[in-house]
């Protein structure tokens, strides 16, 4: 069984920055930050297919936010700059089973997920 467990979020003034960490128990190829805001439905924000090394970003964080990834630690991160209003959310790590063979960003297509760590940006 895979386990996460994010680590990072906190409270920023827009324009500001942040690094989520996500530690795993194990590496899987297919990894990702998704975020869910109040009211809303969760979204993913970035992923990355560690065989190919390819990342995805949502048009709303492009240029802004960057996903890695870490082995030899463990441990997936967003660094997350020029944060913005409505980048406020709970932030979620999660990972699709050792067969996955794409990244979609679909919710859905992720079989492990961590318990997510809240990122407030204010203006």
């Known amino acids: 069984q895979v386990q996460l467990a994010e680590s990072g979020g906190g409270s920023v003034q827009a324009g500001g920055s942040l690094r989520l960490s996500c530690a795993y128990t194990?590496?899987?190829?297919?990894m990702g930050w998704f975020r869910q805001a109040p009211g809303k439905g969760r979204e993913a924000v970035a992923r990355?297919?560690?065989?190919?090394?390819?990342?995805y970003y949502a048009d709303s964080v492009k240029g802004r936010f960057t996903i890695s990834q870490d082995n030899a630690k463990n441990t997936l991160y967003l660094q997350m700059n020029s944060l913005k209003p409505e980048d406020t959310a709970m932030y979620y790590c999660?990972?699709?089973?050792?067969?996955?063979?794409?990244?979609?960003?679909?919710?859905?297509?992720?079989?492990?997920w961590g318990q997510g760590t809240q990122v407030t940006v204010s203006s």
């Open positions: 194990s590496s899987l190829r297919c």
């Open positions: 990355i297919y560690s065989p190919s090394g390819n990342s």
């Open positions: 999660a990972a699709r089973g050792a067969s996955a063979t794409s990244c979609p960003s679909s919710v859905g297509a992720y079989d492990y």
